[in-house]
C-alpha cells in the first residue's frame, strides 16, 4: 500500500470536492475569515489596551513618609533599604525640595506657604516601580516592607487606581477571551453545516468508498484536507483584511488615541505571531468543521 | 481446473469456459468452506424477520444462485456476507472469519475481500468509467500508473475498454452493468456477491452477464448471484438456494429449481 499514492489521491479528491461545491466552500472561506479578522482586531485592541495600561502604569510610583523626627541618615537607609530589591530606583526628597515642588504645584498660591513658621513637610523617599513591580499585589508587598521600616510614618502608590486599572486590564481580557471563544463556536458551527451541505452531495461517493472497502479514516482525510485548505485560505483573507485595515484606519485611530497612547503610538497591529496565530487557528478551524460534518456521513 | 488456462483463453471465450469448468471442478464440499452460516436471524424493528434461521456452507470457488420471492430475504442475506447488515442472531464465517463478532474498525479490510455488484449499480455519474472501476483500487492506495493499467485490463476483459473515458449515463443497462462488475473485480476478491445482476436487462445482455460471472467463478472466485430468474437456474445449472419468507426451502441443482419453481 502506498501512502504516496494515498496522499496524492487525497489532495486530488479534496481539489475535486472544492471544484464540485465551489459555492458552498466560499461561504466556509468568508466565514472563516470574518471569524479571524474579528479575532485578530480584538488581539489588536488588546495590544492596544496592554500598551496603555503599560504608559499609565509608568506613573506608578511609591512615596514613602518618614516621622518628623526622623534625620537625613535615616532616610538614607530606607532608600538603600528598598533599593535593595532588583529594579527598583529609591530617590531621597529633603523636606526643602518638597517645599519647592509644593509652591511650584500651587502656583500663584504656592506664597501662602512662605508664611509658615517652619517646613511642616517630612522626609521622603520615592520609589520609582519597574513594570513587573506595578500589579497590585507586588505593591502591596512592597508597602508593608516599607511600613516595617524604622522611621517611617506612612506609605502612599494610589492603591486604589492600580486595582481599577488591574481590574480593567483582567475584565476586558476575559471578555475577549469570552467573545473569541463564542466565535470560533460559531464559526466551526456555520463551516460545518455549510460542509455538511458538500458532504450530503457527496453521501453516494462515501457509500460507495465504504462499500468497496475504506476506513474511516480513508473517507475522512479528503473532506479534512478541504477544511484545512478553507481555514488557510480563510487566515489568509483575514490577514488581507487586517493589513487593510492597519494601512488606512490605523492612522486615523492612532490620531485619535495619541493623548492616551503618548508619542511612541500603539503596537503595529500585523505581527508575525499573530500571522501564524490566524493560519493556525483557520486551519484548527476548518479542520473541526470539517470533522463535526463528516462523521454523520460515515454510518453505512 | 487451472485458473491460469481459462485466463488465457480470455472473457470472450467464457461460455466454453464455463461449460468445461462445470464438468472438471471437483465438488464444492471437498474444497473447504467460505461463507457459513448457523442458525442467523436477521429482524428489522417492527418488522417481521427478514430472515430465519438461516444454516448454510458455501465452498470456495462455488457458483450458487439465490432465488425466491421479492422480498424473501436475498439482499439481506448478501448484505449480512459483506457487512452493510449485522446479523441480529447466530454465526457468520466468511473464510473462516466470524463476522458477526467483527470489530467496525475491522469491516473494511473484510469488504477489501469481497465484490458486490448492487441491484442498482451505484455507479458515480460525474466520473468516467474508468474511474468508477479504479475507486476500488483508490481505496487500496495503488499508485496511479498501476491501478490505470489494472483498470484498463478489467475493462478489456468486460469488453468496455472502449468507454473508459464514457460517463455511466452514457452507457446501456447492460455496459453499466459490466462497469459495476469490473468495479468489484479490479482488485481480485476471493468473494463475489451480485445483486439481481441481469434484473433489469434484456435475455443477450443477461446471458453476457452471466457469462462474466461464470468466467470469474472459473478463474477460482466464490460467487453468489441473487435472482428470481428462472430460466438463469436451468440455463446454467448451479447450486440454488431457494429463499421463502427468510427462511431456505430448498438447496438443490438449478434444473431442479427450475422445474419446481415452473410447477408452482
Keep these: ?300 | 481446473m487451472e485458473p491460469g488456462i481459462l485466463a488465457a483463453l480470455g472473457a470472450r471465450a467464457a461460455p466454453s469456459a464455463w461449460l468445461f469448468a462445470r464438468c472438471q471442478t471437483p465438488p464444492w464440499h471437498d474444497r473447504g468452506p467460505m461463507i457459513q452460516m448457523f442458525h442467523v436471524y436477521k429482524a428489522y424493528p417492527g418488522d417481521p424477520p427478514s430472515l430465519s434461521d438461516i444454516n448454510l456452507t458455501i465452498a470456495k470457488g462455488e457458483f450458487v444462485f439465490l432465488t425466491g420471492p421479492s422480498g424473501a430475504g436475498k439482499t439481506t442475506l448478501l448484505k449480512l456476507i459483506f457487512c452493510a447488515e449485522k446479523a441480529t442472531r447466530g454465526q457468520i464465517l466468511v473464510g473462516g472469519r466470524n463476522i458477526a463478532r467483527i470489530r467496525e474498525s475491522a469491516v473494511p479490510y473484510l469488504r477489501r475481500n469481497v465484490g458486490v455488484v448492487f441491484q442498482d449499480f451505484k455507479l458515480l455519474p460525474h466520473r468516467t468509467v474508468a474511474d468508477n472501476v479504479a475507486f476500488t483500487l483508490d481505496v487500496l492506495g495503488v499508485p496511479r500508473a498501476e491501478c490505470r493499467e489494472r483498470v484498463m485490463k478489467m475493462l478489456k476483459q468486460v469488453g468496455l475498454q472502449h468507454k473508459a473515458s464514457s460517463l455511466p449515463l452514457r452507457l446501456s443497462g447492460g455496459e453499466q452493468q459490466r462497469v459495476v462488475i469490473a468495479r468489484a473485480l479490479v482488485n481480485d476478491p476471493t468473494i463475489l456477491l451480485a445483486d439481481e445482476p441481469t434484473g433489469n436487462l434484456d435475455p443477450a445482455l443477461t446471458l453476457e452477464i452471466m457469462d462474466l460471472l461464470m468466467d470469474v467463478n472459473v478463474r477460482g472466485a466464490t460467487v453468489v448471484v441473487a435472482t428470481h430468474d428462472a430460466t438463469l437456474l436451468e440455463r446454467y445449472g448451479k447450486r440454488t438456494l431457494r429463499l421463502e419468507a427468510g427462511r431456505i426451502v430448498s438447496d438443490e441443482d438449478g434444473i431442479k429449481a427450475a422445474r419446481r419453481m415452473a410447477a408452482g
Excluded at chain 1, 73 to 97: F, I, T
Excluded at chain 1, 131 to 137: A, V
Excluded at chain 1, 233 to 241: I, S
Excluded at chain 1, 253 to 264: A, D, I, Q, R, V
Design chain 1, 1 to 300: 500500500m502506498s501512502v504516496l499514492a494515498k496522499g496524492t489521491y487525497f489532495w486530488r479528491s479534496a481539489a475535486q470536492g472544492v471544484r464540485h461545491a465551489p459555492f458552498v466552500h466560499f461561504i466556509a472561506v468568508v466565514t472563516i475569515a470574518i471569524a479571524l479578522f474579528t479575532a485578530g482586531l480584538a488581539r489588536g485592541a488588546w495590544g492596544l489596551l496592554d500598551s496603555l495600561i503599560a504608559s499609565l502604569g509608568s506613573q506608578v510610583e511609591l512615596t514613602v513618609y518618614l516621622d518628623q523626627a526622623a534625620a537625613g541618615w535615616r532616610a538614607e537607609e530606607v532608600a538603600q533599604a528598598l533599593g535593595q530589591r532588583s529594579g527598583l530606583s529609591a530617590h531621597v526628597v529633603p523636606p526643602e525640595e518638597a517645599m519647592a515642588r509644593l509652591k511650584l504645584q500651587l502656583g500663584e498660591l504656592g506664597s501662602a506657604l512662605d508664611g509658615l513658621p517652619e517646613n511642616p513637610l517630612p522626609r521622603t523617599v520615592e520609589l520609582v516601580i519597574p513594570p513587573g513591580l506595578r500589579t497590585p499585589s507586588e505593591l502591596k508587598a512592597l508597602a508593608e516592607q516599607a511600613r516595617a521600616l524604622p522611621g517611617v510614618a506612612a506609605v502612599d502608590y494610589g492603591e486604589e487606581a492600580v486595582q481599577r486599572l488591574s481590574s480593567i486590564a483582567l475584565a476586558a481580557r476575559a471578555g475577549g477571551l469570552l467573545a473569541s471563544l463564542v466565535v470560533a463556536i460559531a464559526t466551526i458551527v456555520i463551516v460545518s453545516a455549510t460542509l455538511q451541505l458538500a458532504i450530503y452531495s457527496r453521501r453516494e461517493e462515501i457509500e460507495i468508498q465504504k462499500l468497496v472497502g475504506a476506513t474511516d479514516r480513508f473517507v475522512k482525510a479528503p473532506f479534512l484536507i478541504e477544511g484545512a485548505l478553507q481555514g488557510v485560505l480563510g487566515a489568509l483573507c483575514a490577514v488581507l483584511g487586517l493589513w487593510a485595515f492597519a494601512v488606512f484606519a490605523g492612522p486615523r485611530l492612532e490620531s485619535m488615541f495619541s493623548f492616551l497612547l503618548g508619542p511612541h503610538g500603539g503596537p503595529s497591529l500585523i505581527t508575525t505571531g499573530l500571522v501564524a496565530e490566524l493560519f493556525i487557528g483557520g486551519a484548527a478551524l476548518g479542520l473541526c468543521g470539517s470533522f463535526v460534518a463528516v462523521g454523520r456521513f460515515l454510518r453505512v
